[in-house]
């Protein structure tokens, strides 16, 4: 990466990071979720993330909406299976 664009970049974080936007550019998106700019773009075409396009053109994402989209399928630990067995023997317990 060059100097220029590391700039950018962290102009952008910092711009995230101060301002709490709720609303996010397609640069933004990128960098809030750390998803490449190509790969997002697939994303947004295929329709299989959030997105608006309000002008036809520029695209913006919902950072709650983009988060709860990074969280789906969340994947249990061990340790939060095994402790959702111990509750469940403790409630079903035959005596």
Do not use: C
């Amino acid at each position: 990466m060059d100097t220029i664009l590391i700039l950018e970049r962290l102009d952008r974080l910092e711009k995230l990071l101060i301002g709490n936007k709720e609303v996010l550019t397609f640069d933004e998106a990128s960098d809030y979720t750390g998803i490449s700019r190509s790969y997002l773009y697939k994303l947004t075409a295929s329709g299989k993330i959030p997105h608006s396009k309000p002008n036809g053109k520029m695209l913006f994402f919902e950072k709650k909406k983009l988060v709860d989209w990074l969280l789906q399928n969340k994947r249990k630990s061990k340790h939060d299976i095994e402790s959702e067995a111990l509750a469940y023997t403790m409630r079903h317990k035959t005596h």
